[in-house]
């Protein structure tokens, strides 16, 4: 299993490239099943959990073409042709290993009528359920069993349009629905939707695909269902995790950098908290620049929320920060239950973190040391990197196979400013 070495105490300069965002991408790639023509999805970016989408498609049927970047962070072209669906099932194997299959249930019934998927099961940062999808589902005239772990779904008439209010955002259960509902017969009317920007991404290719839709990126979204859709090209949104996250690195590491290819306004949450640090941030006409200098960050409190709140996943990172900043800070949780795995590995590196229940505090050292620690998901895993930048000495990063799934490159794009970054293959 590769390992990542990061020596710490190296400020950063130069450029990094952004790429395109990994969970607007997969829900797009979903897509594709909802018309027999093909979609053309670019700045795809190189991840696993891209390249288990691509599989998990090709076994309904979907043709999948694809042409490799050409330069870091350009990310590549997609071309997926749904010309017939040849089977309905997501077994359990693939859907365990990626949540975001379970997206393929709402266009496989919109398109044929019948689905099996496995439920997902448990998560390392919570229980995560699906019934939030399941009674999205059944408010379009779905009919759902559960049996030997798999969701059973059928409509046999067709989907039929509905008036869906979600008790709470769900992000995967506003996709789920949004794709069913642009093929169902008549109205539906999305309430308590999520609005982050990656659904708003996917609304406009489904309208670029033909599909009738209003209120994206607000709570109410209103979907007129059509008869078929169409092919169309689509280039996938700039990742704003991986803005923030490099945006964090500049601000733990110190130096000067612009983050090219994407837009400050996708990370509108985590800017104020910044400048309140002290790290300066400007837009640019490419991106974004960040700059600090010498001193310490200062502490800040901080909740997590559905967009256009701070997104949970850039907590992680945030308390890597946090962890070497002046004062104390809080960080509440309020997403998911068990999002603080990363905090005992953090505490191995001389980080100061209590959690009680959903709020961790965070006093502030003056610096961390570099020691052997463990990836425990994907965005721990990229704090971790953050605080072996800051660290003194050597950090050693294992199980990174968490963060090859949602982060392109990362140690190429962080070597190439000047850390001290390289992975270790076994
Ligand atoms: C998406 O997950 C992202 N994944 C997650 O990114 C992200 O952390 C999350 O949204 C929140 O922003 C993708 O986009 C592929 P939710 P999703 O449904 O859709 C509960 C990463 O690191 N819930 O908005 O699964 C759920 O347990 C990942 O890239 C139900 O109770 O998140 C959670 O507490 C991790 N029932 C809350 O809602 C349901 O049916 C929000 O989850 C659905 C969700």
Redo the contacts with the bound molecule.
């Keep these: 299993m590769d390992r990542i070495r990061v020596r710490g105490g190296a400020r950063l300069d130069g450029e990094i490239p952004i790429s395109g965002a990994?969970?607007a991408a997969?829900?797009l790639m979903v897509a594709s099943l909802l018309s027999a023509e093909p979609l053309v999805l670019s700045r795809v970016p190189d991840l696993a959990d891209v390249a288990f989408m691509a599989q998990l498609l090709a076994a309904f049927g979907v043709h999948v073409a694809h042409e490799p970047a050409t330069t870091l962070g350009a990310g590549a072209t997609y071309v997926l042709k749904a010309r017939e669906i040849t089977a309905t099932t997501a077994e359990y194997d693939i859907v365990r290993k990626m949540?975001?299959s379970f997206l393929v249930l709402g266009p496989l019934l919109a398109r044929v009528g019948v689905a099996k998927v496995s439920l997902p099961g448990g998560c390392a940062?919570?229980?995560?359920?699906?019934?939030?999808?399941?009674k999205a589902m059944q408010a379009l005239g779905v009919h759902i069993e559960l049996a030997e772990g798999y969701v059973q779904a059928r409509a046999d008439d067709g989907l039929k349009g509905g008036h869906i209010v979600f008790p709470?955002?769900?992000?995967?259960?506003t996709?789920n629905a949004l794709m069913a509902a642009t093929l169902a017969r008549g109205t539906t009317i999305l309430d308590n939707a999520?609005r982050?920007p990656?659904i708003v991404d996917l609304g406009r290719c489904l309208t670029a695909m033909g599909a009738r839709i209003e209120g994206l990126g607000s709570s109410r979204i209103v979907i007129e269902g059509v008869p078929r859709l169409h092919g169309a090209r689509h280039p996938v949104l700039p990742d704003r995790?991986e803005t923030g996250t490099f945006a964090m690195a500049v601000a733990i590491a110190g130096g000067t950098v612009e983050l090219t290819g994407t837009d400050g306004t996708l990370i509108g949450a985590l800017i104020p908290h910044l400048t309140a640090m002290g790290v300066e941030v400007m837009p640019t006409n490419r991106g974004l620049h960040l700059h600090r200098n010498g001193f310490r960050p200062v502490a800040v409190d901080v909740e997590t929320e559905?967009f256009p709140g701070f997104?949970?996943?850039l907590q992680a990172q945030l308390m890597a920060l946090l962890a070497t900043a002046q004062g104390t800070s809080h960080i509440r949780e309020t997403?998911?239950?068990n999002r603080f795995m990363h905090v005992p590995e953090l505490a191995r590196m001389g980080a100061d973190i209590r959690v009680d229940g959903e709020v961790a505090v965070v006093h502030g050292v003056e610096r961390l040391k570099g020691a052997p620690v463990m990836a425990t998901?994907?965005?721990a895993s990229s704090s971790l990197v953050l605080a072996g930048l800051a660290a003194e000495g050597e950090t050693i990063i294992n199980r990174v196979y968490h963060l090859d799934r949602?982060f392109e490159r990362l140690e190429d794009k962080l070597s190439a400013v000047g850390a001290n970054i390289e992975r270790l293959k076994e």
């Design positions: 990994k969970n997969l829900p949540r975001a940062i919570g229980a995560r359920p699906v019934d939030l999808h399941l709470f955002v769900s992000v995967g259960a996709e999520a982050e990656e995790i559905p997104p949970t996943d997403i998911f239950e998901d994907l965005r949602g």
